[in-house]
DNA sequence: CAAAAAAAGTTTGAGCTTGAAATATATTTT
DNA sequence: AAAATATATTTCAAGCTCAAACTTTTTTTG
């Protein structure tokens, strides 16, 4: 909203602010379109936080720890943990230590390392897991059911550009 | 991830698990579509949030609040600014109280009734707004930048359709 | 080998977020 | 007028989030 006229345009017709040079308004579309992406984003993710917290008694990041682990049947290292998530080191102990309590994950000291501990899913962490991914992905397609396959395709292919615009190390363990 | 076979299926031409029925594949496809969105949503959303921190000291969710109200000259009630905001009403009061320690909002008694009150920008308040806008609106020219024109007015009417698809109230002031 | 640098994790402090409970005030019912 | 109900907002507890500071351990290097 507001951001007034651009100093940077090529062609002054107008003395008036109210000027819109082709740059201002693919500004503004990208910036409208933002806001649409963020404003669908913040709906669908509420939606599963809601559900997941009704029906799991869990939580997205949860969630999104134990998908992590889930693709990495040898455990992940805290550090290879909140790298692939990209959230902070301190955020993930938190999350970790809770599933810990709950028995969904252990953490298992690393042989030639004191300082580190491979994280990794419990049996029933396994399990866990295994339902809520059933239950989630019915989910997205219900709250995302009028995008077509091929729709969705061209979507996804969109969207890794944008990721691929900003920086992405995406290490590994 | 996971996501097993799909019982609902009206052909079982194949007795292994591994069938996929064409509303498995579109189900896949748009929970890849999904993963994507929010990985990018995520970036756009931490690039923002560390600018508007390292630029104006500031947060999201304190520049989502200010936005919110300068769209409304006679400010909102708290009420309202949840409502706007779609975010749970004790939430807003944290912010605002922040807001208010800096001198950004002021809350101003509601004449008729002695539960409300009024949160406004100050002056102060709307130049600090209008200084981070501009900034927002280049930043995410910048993060979208490969985005033309008609591209994010096809993006933003699709992103519509997903907003509409979910409950949506939108009550206003 | 000892000092310095780097790496793995945790802790801390501040802020955001939610849902539920508490407070206060208004309005409606009885 | 008293009681019940509705509305406006705040408080609270639990959890997520980050950046920065801090331990401990390992590796590098002079």
Redesign the pocket.
Known sequence: MIAENDVTQTKPDSPLPETETPRDAASKERLRMWLRMLKSTRRVE?ALR?RL?REFGS????FDVMAALARYDDGL????LSGVL???????????D?LVEEGLVV?VQ?P???????VRLTRKGREAFARQAEAHETWISELLGDVSLDEARMFSDRFDAIIKTDTDPEQTA
């Open positions: 509420a809601d917290r939580t997205l990041p949860r290292k805290m550090s290879a990209r959230v902070s080191n301190g955020n993930v102990t938190g999350i970790v809770r953490r690393v030639g390392d004191r300082r580190a501990s491979l």
